[in-house]
Structures are given as structure tokens and as C-alpha cells.
């Protein structure tokens, strides 16, 4: 059995003991500057709807030295880099889907992402610092 990013994010989100349905979960092959995001977007209708992008350049790479931290936690190879990103933004997805008015990095984000994940910092690390190889 194939299990998608979705599917990961909904075992994420159960086993953070959150009952939330599990957003859309895309490959991103454009973003370059930041590893994950969380975006709501506007239908014609007026209808809200919430999607995850995870970066393919920087998540994809294969000449990263290992260990790296991201949040805060020290990853040992790229399962466990996706994994903290994703868990990031589920964070957002959560506040933003409960209703709160800031689903930013505030102190609700705060203390979800250490209560729930014990991610120590509040930011990737995996970005606009991370240089990405470009073709020759």
C-alpha cells in the first residue's frame, strides 16, 4: 500500500489526538525558499480552502549533511526532515480550521508545537539560508 502525504498527515494529526480532517498535501516543484506552507486560498464561490506545499528543492535533496535540525529537533535523514515540516504546518492548519484569529507563530502555535511535536524553535531552519544547487 502507497501512502500519500495526506495520509501521513492525518496519521499526524491522530496521533496528536487532534479529530481533524487531514488537508490536501502537495509536492511543490517552484518553491525554493521555503520548505513547507500552509495557504488558503478562495474559491469563485467564496468557499475557503486550506492546502499544505512541501517544497520538492529543498526536501528532495541528496547532498545534505546529516544530522540537520528542523523546529528544533535534530532529523537523521529526509522521512524524519518531512515529518517535522508537515507537523509544522498542521499546526497552522489546526488553529486556522478551530477558528483562532492568529494562525501564525504566536503563543498558541507556541505551545502546540511543544506540547504536541516538542519541537523546540517555531521556524524550519530549512529555507531561504539552505542553498539549492541549481543545473548547470
Same mark, same amino acid.
Given at each position: ?8 498527515? /492525518?496519521? &499526524? ?5 487532534? $479529530? ?11 518553491? %525554493?525558499?521555503?520548505? #513547507?506552507?500552509?495557504? &488558503?486560498?478562495? $474559491? =469563485? +464561490? @467564496? ?7 512541501? %517544497? &520538492?528543492?529543498?526536501? +528532495?535533496? +541528496?547532498?545534505?549533511?546529516?544530522? !540537520? /535540525? !528542523?523546529? #528544533?529537533?535534530?532529523? *537523521? $535523514?529526509?522521512?524524519? !526532515?518531512?515529518?517535522? =515540516?508537515?507537523? *509544522?504546518?498542521? &499546526? *497552522? ?5 478551530? @477558528?483562532?484569529?492568529?494562525? @501564525?507563530? @504566536? ?10 511535536? /516538542?519541537? /523546540? %524553535? =517555531?521556524?524550519?531552519? =530549512? ?8 543545473? +548547470?
Amino acid at each position: 500500500m502507497t501512502f500519500t502525504l495526506r495520509h501521513r498527515a /492525518q496519521a &499526524i494529526l491522530r496521533e496528536a489526538g487532534w $479529530d481533524l480532517p487531514a488537508p490536501p498535501v502537495i509536492w511543490s516543484p517552484r518553491m %525554493s525558499r521555503c520548505a #513547507g506552507l500552509f495557504v &488558503i486560498e478562495k $474559491d =469563485i +464561490r @467564496g468557499k475557503w480552502h486550506p492546502e499544505i506545499r512541501l %517544497s &520538492i528543492p529543498l526536501l +528532495r535533496r +541528496r547532498d545534505r549533511a546529516w544530522p !540537520v /535540525q !528542523v523546529c #528544533g529537533c535534530l532529523c *537523521h $535523514d529526509p522521512e524524519a !526532515v518531512t515529518r517535522r =515540516i508537515l507537523e *509544522h504546518e498542521l &499546526i *497552522h492548519y489546526k488553529l486556522w480550521k478551530e @477558528g483562532a484569529k492568529n494562525w @501564525g507563530h @504566536g503563543e498558541a502555535f507556541r505551545a502546540l508545537a511543544s506540547g504536541a511535536f /516538542q519541537h /523546540q %524553535s =517555531i521556524t524550519h531552519g =530549512i529555507g531561504m539560508d539552505d542553498e539549492v544547487p541549481q543545473p +548547470r
